[in-house]
């Protein structure tokens, strides 16, 4: 009889482990709020997941990276850019699968709308690119080369990773692009004189000032007069975005350092009047902005600067950098 009675009792188990198993909900779907993501090295945004339907009994959502080494993701979805690269953040619930394309990149960009401006009193017609907000760093520099081109920077000049990147001519810039650009496939270039003064004065939404973003020069630069360099208070350079932007939200475009631009130096400038590049050849490259060891006038967002693409390493000479769009 007890053997009956186990058997009964077996088998009334299985039919409401049965039952259960009929009424659990699935889940028939996920999906993020965001499929692509672009990422500051070092900086983090969390993704959101949706998992349908919403009464699914499990929509525990598993997250993972394809490669660590650029971009992690922990478990509620927080992803940290790590090193440049692109990167696949898949979200998993149930037996359903969902993922966000991450691009780790190493510049804050600002559009620029192309349209017609006037450059030394000619109309010159310009295609939209992209500028960088700020002037590439030293922690930049650092991060894609691994070594400085010469002297290091130094407490004098200003040192840190937030300080702009000088002590490089033309021909380091070209080799740093050069292994940008193969660790991003993206096509980061030096502006034209051009496309660097059309941005300094806010593009399409210029107000016309002397000075990127205001007449006021002290409002927005960091110059002779006030980056300690007249009576030796260092460091001379100052942090990047210290200042106000100008009309586009572009930093430091007046003052802090000198910035090389991909152009030969041409006395006719604009040397054409559709995205003019500069002459053909030359032996002096242009240099834009003033710096802060110049008098106001040498940050007028017209005035124009040259050096030795080869020679010049000097404490008062960086850059920023563009893409085509």
Known sequence: MKKYL??????????????????ET??????LEKTTLELLIGDSATLIATVLPTDADNKTVAWSSSDDTKATVDNNGKVTAVALGKVTITAKAGDKTTTCAVDVVLLEM??????????????????S??????EVTQKQWWDVMGSWPGTAPS???????NYPMYFVNYTDIQGFLTKLNQQTGKNYRLPTEAEWEYAAQGGQSTHNYDYSGSNTIGNVAWYDENSGYKNRVTPYSHIIGTKAPNE??????????????SDWLDITFPYTTKNPTGS??????????????????????????YYDPDKYRNPELGYRLV???
């Open 6 to 23: 186990s058997l009964i009792l077996l088998a009334t188990l299985a039919m409401f482990s049965g039952c259960s198993s009929d009424n």
């Open 26 to 31: 699935p889940v028939t779907g996920i999906s």
């Open 110 to 127: 600002v559009s620029v709308q192309g349209g017609t401006t006037t450059l030394n009193g000619t109309n010159v017609t310009l295609s």
């Open 129 to 134: 690119f992209a500028i960088g907000k700020y």
């Open 155 to 161: 407490s004098t000049y200003g040192e840190g990773d």
């Open 248 to 261: 586009l939200g572009i930093y430091d475009m007046s003052g802090n350092v000198g910035e090389w631009c």
């Open 280 to 305: 053909p050849s030359g032996t002096l490259k242009v240099v834009r902005g003033g710096c802060w060891m110049d008098y106001a006038g040498r940050c007028h967002v017209s005035y124009r600067d």
């Open 323 to 325: 893409v085509s769009l």
